[in-house]
């Protein structure tokens, strides 16, 4: 059967609502990218469907079965399937279209996946963890620092599908620089895979500088005068959020030197050596990140020497204070126990003399103690 017959046969999904209500949405569609909100006003997931050809934009067909059997037709061009958070239901259609591995369908429409790299025959299906910097005008102990989000990347001879999750990380400028440079476009989909890449590890850099910035303001508060009473809270809050990202950036180290050496089919080996760039700049967030985790540790080892020393202080002068109401106590309860023979019980100077006594004793506790540095 021809590729053309292929393509037909995969339309009889229409009759479960499947490939041609996603084709129509997307003919309407054709050439809007909607950031935010990412997903569609009429309740699609589809955001974008972009036929190239030698690094070019090309008119699309009327649905996405159009545009891909022109595409193929032509040999050379690709598909770029843009969608943000699909049901199962919209997108069974397209993984038939493009045969993408079960699988690869169900980590794409279920998210929550950690940073990876697979291949299912010619398709290689591609995890990357979006991260982003939430302004705030102050820390506080339940300030969220780091949002992070999904994109997973379905690359394969002419096509390539991005399915996004979460409220950031928009593709449209990126499509948008890329249009901008048709020589790097003309590469094909590894092209585009490189691009994501690159600026989902770029957005890493971004974050990882705005958070130091919290970190120092932190390291600031605790090494105040008063740091002793600086908000633990604060630190911990910015270690929580430093994991948030922590998780996002480590785990693609793997996946990126992959691209950058491993031989893939794919892959054009033009486009290795930008993964090797790539896969520099993940490895610089990576260590910034391990490093202000440190920093992190020591700041609250500090902060919890300070409240110690702290403490230690009040403890002294309490038990200075203690020291010396002592003296008076002790004379007092003495000469309060009232026995009839006591000496200088009846001595007119008895008085005089036992409050002096006392005066004496307070004054010089109270001297030791200054002088000693516990008062």
């Known amino acids: 059967m021809s590729m053309a017959g292929n393509l037909r046969k995969v339309t009889g999904l229409s009759k479960v609502g499947g490939l041609r209500k996603v084709a129509r949405l997307t003919r309407r ?30 008119p699309a067909g009327r649905d996405l079965v159009e545009t891909v059997e022109r595409v193929r037709k032509a040999d050379g061009g690709f598909v770029w399937l843009g969608l943000h958070e699909p049901t199962e239901v919209e997108f069974a259609g397209i993984a ?11 980590d794409a429409v279920d998210a929550h996946q950690r940073p990876k790299l697979e291949r299912y025959g010619d398709t290689l299906f591609a995890v990357f963890k979006t991260v982003c910097y939430v302004e705030h005008t102050e820390l506080t102990a339940t300030s969220e620092v780091v949002n992070t989000g999904e994109i997973m990347v379905f690359v394969g001879r002419d096509f390539v599908v991005t399915v996004r999750h979460g409220r950031h990380g928009s593709l449209g400028p990126l499509r948008e620089e890329l249009e901008a440079n048709p020589q790097q476009l003309s590469k094909g989909p590894a092209a585009v895979l490189h691009a994501i ?85 993940q490895l610089r967030a990576a260590e910034q990140i391990a490093a202000f985790d440190e920093l992190l540790n020591s700041i609250l080892q500090a902060h919890l020497a300070q409240v110690s020393v702290a403490q230690n202080e009040d403890m002294r002068k309490i038990t200075a204070w203690a020291a010396l109401i002592a003296v008076p106590t002790m004379v007092c309860g003495v000469y309060g126990m009232n026995f009839e023979h006591m000496p200088e019980l009846h001595w007119k100077f008895g008085y005089p003399l036992a409050v002096g006594v006392i005066a004496v004793a307070c004054f010089t506790l109270y001297r030791g103690f200054k002088r000693n540095g516990w008062l």
């Open 96 to 106: 038939e279209l493009f045969d993408l591995h079960p699988l690869a369908v169900e």
């Open 29 to 58: 569609r054709a050439r809007v990218d909607l950031s935010h909100p990412a997903r569609s006003p009429l309740g699609s997931a589809v955001v974008n469907c972009v036929a190239y050809e030698e690094g070019a934009r090309v």
């Open 197 to 281: 890449a690159d600026h989902v590890v770029d957005d890493y850099l971004n974050v990882t500088a705005s958070v130091q910035e919290d970190i120092d303001e932190v390291e600031t508060a605790v090494f105040a005068a008063d740091g002793a009473r600086a908000d633990p809270g604060h630190i911990y809050q910015l270690k929580r959020e430093l994991l948030e990202l922590k998780r996002a950036v480590v785990p693609l180290g793997r996946p990126i030197m992959d691209l950058a050496t491993r031989p893939i089919r794919v892959i054009d080996p033009e486009i290795q050596a930008y993964f090797r760039d790539v896969s520099d700049h």
